[in-house]
């Protein structure tokens, strides 16, 4: 209990040295006893000279080697110095351990909570080899479409060089998005120091059933040790692949209700803003409500739009929907940020309807509804707005009409003008020598194929979207269209635009959109039967 306590103290202690100018980070904040982490100590002032205070680690943590970086920063045209420390360090027990805070000079840094665990060791025969990988899942069962974290852990106790490579992970029957950047550390397993490389993977299963989750072949050369008479020994080229792993995907509740998106997340939130607030609306004059919805183990791009509804006395003007996705210790968190423009078109009482959202909570393995609630709105007479024009009184006269003009004035005018336009024009050109233009090629239907096909191999989304343009320009139907019929087209499309508009910069693949353009079927006539595409609908039952 008393343990708990001084925790929570300096957990509270170090929310009020947030603001110091010594920022302190960590690469993770769970690890096990045997494996190290890497803390960054950064300072942005350029009057600080010397090394921060490591002295408060050594009861808590083995503290190795510190590498100090400099670099300089321009920020609105205000050039800034940057220098970071970074310290390797592995804690000498389990539990609960706070990395204390730290001095520069007058900086201090902010404590960091870790949660350190006890070693999971590797049987005997894997302890033996130089080179193994471990993958994992942190769930064996999940719903269609919901995410599945796989791990590939690397150990290696021999040092490799720089060209190490792994092969990218394809499975045509789910979604991969790789989370983030590969991780270094360090793990001690038998007494033999082992450098790791993890890498993690977010994969969503596209159907329901049994799956396998293809191993991945890692490939590196370690360096020899010792030197030959000749002079260094030659590294030699080592290969190996991970394994296997099953897993199983269950299919959507038969009790979630029909027609609406399928949105299995560990946890959902929908909150709204406005700008100005609602009770300053006034007739005439604009307001803009923003709806944001967060999914933690989704995409960005499977978020659905969330309807507001038709509201009496409001004009709407909907602006294109912000996609996000950020990564986390739990995998991917989508969100989805959609903006509107209110006009009261009227004074009085308006009446927003609610905003639902279902969505089933794979922790609590039920549905779940997030709604914002009705709201009323007082828009408030505004005087500056010029009033109607009344109705004029009936008199006993009839009114007269006012005189129009004569359509056959108008149009000998228009003929008029034409007729000396082209006599001018056909003057002009008989005087001119006769020059024969060349005509210039245009672009054919298989170059443009080509540019497309080169743009998604390339996985570049900007040269990609102008080629996809540029393609479906000289097709006999629109873009839209070609993705309304075929599922794959429209998923490929959803991950370009999400990677288009994502302030995250995900990185994207483009083999899935050329892959939905070569499989892409003609367009049928109506009485002929639309086959099946090759990917399972998107929000499947």
Same mark, same amino acid.
């Given at each position: 209990m008393i343990r708990v306590m001084v925790f929570l103290l300096l957990v509270a202690l170090g929310c009020q040295a947030n603001a110091a100018l010594l920022h302190a980070s960590v690469d993770r904040t769970q690890l096990s006893i045997d494996e190290t982490l890497e803390l960054t100590l950064e300072a942005r002032d350029a009057a600080v000279f010397g090394k921060p205070d490591l002295q408060p680690l050594d009861d808590l943590f083995e503290v190795f080697d510190t590498r100090q970086l400099n670099r300089l920063s321009n920020v609105n045209g205000e050039t800034r110095s940057v220098t970071r420390w970074l310290t390797t360090l592995r804690p000498?027990? !389990?539990? $609960?351990?706070?990395?204390?805070?730290?001095?520069?000079?007058?900086?201090?840094?902010?404590?960091?909570?870790l949660l350190v665990q006890e070693s999971r060791s590797k049987d005997d025969s894997t302890q033996l080899a130089p080179i193994f990988i471990d993958a994992s899942l942190d769930h064996d069962s999940v719903y269609v479409q919901a995410q599945v974290i796989l791990t590939l852990r690397i150990f290696h106790s021999v040092s490799l060089y720089d060209d190490s490579s792994l092969s990218p992970l394809q499975m045509p029957e789910a979604l991969v998005e790789r989370l983030g950047d590969p991780r270094t550390y360090e793990k001690t397993i038998n007494g033999v120091r082992h450098g790791v490389i993890e890498i993690r993977y977010a994969l969503f299963p596209q159907r329901s059933g049994e799956l396998l989750i293809p191993?991945?072949?890692f490939s590196a050369t370690t360096v020899a040790v010792g030197n030959s008479l000749l002079g260094p020994r030659?590294?030699?080229?080592?290969? *190996?692949?991970?394994?296997?792993?099953?897993? $199983?995907?269950?299919?959507?509740?038969?009790?979630?209700?029909?027609g609406i998106p399928w949105l299995p997340a560990?946890?959902?939130?929908?909150? &709204?803003?406005?700008?100005?607030?609602?009770?300053?609306?006034? $007739?005439?004059?604009?307001?803009?409500?923003?709806?944001?919805?967060?999914?933690?183990?989704?995409?960005?791009?499977?978020?659905?739009?969330?309807? !507001?509804?038709?509201?009496?006395?409001?004009?709407?003007?909907?602006?294109?929907?912000?996609?996000?996705?950020?990564?986390? !210790?739990?995998?991917?968190?989508?969100?989805? &940020?959609?903006?509107?423009?209110?006009?009261? *078109?009227r004074s009085g009482e308006l009446q927003l309807p609610v905003v639902e959202v279902v969505w089933w909570n794979t922790l609590e393995d039920r549905l779940e509804r997030t709604t914002l609630p009705a709201r009323t709105l007082q828009v408030a007479e505004n005087l500056g707005l010029e009033q109607a024009p009344l109705e004029p009184m009936q008199s006993s006269q009839p009114s007269r009409r006012p005189a129009l003009l004569w359509p056959w004035q108008l149009s000998t005018a228009v003929l008029f003008l034409t007729t000396a336009l082209g006599?001018?024009?056909?003057?002009?050109?008989?005087?001119?020598?006769? *020059?024969?233009?060349?005509?210039q090629p245009g672009p054919t239907p298989r170059s443009l194929l080509d540019d497309l096909?080169?743009?998604?191999?390339?996985?570049?989304?900007? !040269?990609?979207?102008?080629?996809?343009?540029?393609?479906?320009?000289?097709?006999?139907e629109t873009l839209a269209d070609m993705a309304a019929r075929f599922v794959p087209l429209s998923d490929a499309l959803d991950g370009l635009n999400g990677a288009l508009y994502s302030e995250t910069g995900q990185r994207w693949q483009g083999d899935a959109l050329w892959q939905a353009i070569q499989t892409l079927p003609p367009a049928a006539t109506p009485s002929a039967v639309q086959e099946p595409g090759i990917l399972p609908p998107l929000y499947p039952r």
């Amino acid at each position: 209990m008393i343990r708990v306590m001084v925790f929570l103290l300096l957990v509270a202690l170090g929310c009020q040295a947030n603001a110091a100018l010594l920022h302190a980070s960590v690469d993770r904040t769970q690890l096990s006893i045997d494996e190290t982490l890497e803390l960054t100590l950064e300072a942005r002032d350029a009057a600080v000279f010397g090394k921060p205070d490591l002295q408060p680690l050594d009861d808590l943590f083995e503290v190795f080697d510190t590498r100090q970086l400099n670099r300089l920063s321009n920020v609105n045209g205000e050039t800034r110095s940057v220098t970071r420390w970074l310290t390797t360090l592995r804690p000498k027990r !389990t539990g $609960h351990v706070v990395i204390p805070s730290l001095q520069l000079g007058e900086l201090r840094s902010q404590p960091i909570a870790l949660l350190v665990q006890e070693s999971r060791s590797k049987d005997d025969s894997t302890q033996l080899a130089p080179i193994f990988i471990d993958a994992s899942l942190d769930h064996d069962s999940v719903y269609v479409q919901a995410q599945v974290i796989l791990t590939l852990r690397i150990f290696h106790s021999v040092s490799l060089y720089d060209d190490s490579s792994l092969s990218p992970l394809q499975m045509p029957e789910a979604l991969v998005e790789r989370l983030g950047d590969p991780r270094t550390y360090e793990k001690t397993i038998n007494g033999v120091r082992h450098g790791v490389i993890e890498i993690r993977y977010a994969l969503f299963p596209q159907r329901s059933g049994e799956l396998l989750i293809p191993g991945q072949l890692f490939s590196a050369t370690t360096v020899a040790v010792g030197n030959s008479l000749l002079g260094p020994r030659p590294g030699r080229s080592t290969q *190996v692949k991970s394994p296997n792993i099953p897993l $199983h995907v269950k299919a959507k509740p038969a009790d979630y209700p029909p027609g609406i998106p399928w949105l299995p997340a560990t946890e959902l939130t929908l909150v &709204e803003a406005w700008s100005p607030e609602p009770a300053q609306a006034m $007739h005439g004059e604009s307001l803009t409500r923003s709806l944001l919805l967060k999914a933690k183990g989704l995409s960005s791009a499977q978020l659905p739009s969330v309807g !507001t509804g038709k509201a009496a006395g409001l004009r709407r003007y909907p602006d294109q929907p912000s996609l996000a996705d950020e990564v986390g !210790t739990d995998g991917l968190t989508g969100s989805r &940020e959609e903006r509107e423009a209110l006009v009261p *078109v009227r004074s009085g009482e308006l009446q927003l309807p609610v905003v639902e959202v279902v969505w089933w909570n794979t922790l609590e393995d039920r549905l779940e509804r997030t709604t914002l609630p009705a709201r009323t709105l007082q828009v408030a007479e505004n005087l500056g707005l010029e009033q109607a024009p009344l109705e004029p009184m009936q008199s006993s006269q009839p009114s007269r009409r006012p005189a129009l003009l004569w359509p056959w004035q108008l149009s000998t005018a228009v003929l008029f003008l034409t007729t000396a336009l082209g006599f001018g024009l056909w003057w002009r050109a008989r005087r001119q020598p006769a *020059v024969l233009r060349a005509l210039q090629p245009g672009p054919t239907p298989r170059s443009l194929l080509d540019d497309l096909r080169r743009a998604c191999q390339a996985n570049d989304t900007q !040269t990609t979207r102008q080629a996809l343009d540029a393609w479906a320009r000289q097709q006999p139907e629109t873009l839209a269209d070609m993705a309304a019929r075929f599922v794959p087209l429209s998923d490929a499309l959803d991950g370009l635009n999400g990677a288009l508009y994502s302030e995250t910069g995900q990185r994207w693949q483009g083999d899935a959109l050329w892959q939905a353009i070569q499989t892409l079927p003609p367009a049928a006539t109506p009485s002929a039967v639309q086959e099946p595409g090759i990917l399972p609908p998107l929000y499947p039952r």
